[in-house]
């Protein structure tokens, strides 16, 4: 909604309501706080088979570090990033949307020596902190230890595979030197084709229609692994790769969609669980709803290489948005646009008058009017 005022009436937004800073004094005892936790910390950590430490919090200790880092990701500067950094080595079991809130801190505002800090964790052999040592990999621009994580194994039996698989995805989103171009053309390549193959069988090579409706190509983990290369893939190749990315963009809110329903269908409406359903839905919600925040994280971090795209590549970038079909891509596109310059966006609203989204055609030819 805040797009859609400040493009027909941007001068209702001319007041908002900015989030408090932080104040120095709040930024003082926040940091204050956390370099003294830091320290009990290292007391309590484990370090499995010899790798870096990490502590479990338990109840209120948890709380209170939860409550502290998301009090310093108001705030802005070197001086709270190295703390956060430190967060995500010290504290195990951290939650994935606080691990990634920190990382999205800092990418905006990086901390002196990170690449010291994330081969640090990738020798961890607890999980949690040894998939945030790959995000950093990204964040750090270390292509050479990123390739070696994409062509090794995970570093101990115990280790989440899963968590691992998608870690890297989003690492490899978070990369900004052209050193995996060649292999991000190779595993796009093969997803393009295995999906293609997949669909051709569905609907016999024609358009979807009520009888063939639209459905995913690709399991869900190679969906997001997908976004994710080609989020990295248009900062090197726009031309080639701007349409899949600008579409698969929209998409991820549709994925989450997705993730929801899966997690609904675990539970019957009727009668009771079976043991096995029982099981299976212990392992298979927390899952669904971890991707479910993969995905919401990989929007977040690709949406300036998709506002980028619409400023840089109009056409390119307006071929993969007229291809939205859902009510999710419609409105993500919304916002994108309401957010342009108003002079920008005629050449875009043009091409989205043929969008295969009725509301989204209609849309842009009102603006246009």
Request: proline letters at 4%; aromatic letters at 6%; a neutral charge.
């Given at each position: ?50 790798g870096a430490s990490a502590s479990e919090l338990k109840g209120a200790a ?225 899952s669904w709803r971890r991707l479910s925040v993969y995905l919401e994280t ?45 002079g920008s966006e005629a050449g875009i609203l043009e091409r989205l008058t ?16």
């Amino acid at each position: 909604m805040k797009a859609v005022f400040t493009w027909l009436a941007p001068d209702a937004m001319q007041k908002e309501n900015a989030v408090a800073a932080l104040s120095a004094e709040e930024r003082k005892k926040l940091l204050g706080q956390l370099d003294q936790a830091s320290v009990g910390d290292l007391m309590q950590a484990t370090a499995p088979e010899g790798g870096a430490s990490a502590s479990e919090l338990k109840g209120a200790a948890l709380t209170g570090r939860v409550r502290a880092i998301d009090g310093l990701l108001q705030g802005s500067g070197k001086d709270i990033a190295t703390v956060l950094a430190g967060q995500l080595g010290n504290v195990a079991n951290l939650s994935l949307e606080t691990r990634l809130a920190i990382l999205r801190f800092l990418r905006r505002d990086p901390p002196t020596d990170l690449g010291a800090t994330a081969r640090k964790y990738a020798d961890s052999r607890v999980s949690s902190v040894y998939g945030s040592g790959l995000h950093l990999f990204g964040v750090a621009g270390d292509a050479d230890s990123l390739r070696r994580e994409l062509a090794g194994e995970a570093p101990s039996a115990e280790m989440d595979k899963e968590a691992r698989q998608r870690d890297l995805a989003l690492a490899v989103s978070l990369l900004d030197k052209p050193d995996l171009v060649e292999e991000g053309r190779r595993r796009v390549g093969a997803w393009n084709a295995q999906e293609k193959a997949l669909l051709d069988a569905w609907t016999g090579g024609k358009p979807f229609s009520l009888a063939r409706s639209e459905m995913p190509g690709l399991n869900a983990d190679d969906l997001f692994q997908r976004v994710a290369w080609l989020a990295y893939l248009v900062r090197h190749e726009p031309t080639t790769y701007g349409a899949q990315f600008a579409r698969e963009w929209l998409l991820t809110a549709e994925y989450q969609d997705y993730c929801s329903r899966s997690i609904d269908n675990l539970y019957p409406r009727m009668g009771e669980m079976s043991p096995a359903d029982k099981k299976r839905a212990a392992v298979k919600d927390p899952s669904w709803r971890r991707l479910s925040v993969y995905l919401e994280t990989l929007r977040a971090i690709a949406q300036p290489d998709m506002e980028l795209l619409l400023v840089k590549n109009p056409e390119v970038a307006a071929a993969g948005l007229a291809r939205a079909h859902f009510t999710l891509e419609f409105r993500a596109t919304m916002n994108l646009l309401g957010a342009m310059d108003r002079g920008s966006e005629a050449g875009i609203l043009e091409r989205l008058t043929h969008a295969e989204n009725r509301d989204l055609a209609d849309f842009s030819a009102a603006r246009l009017r």
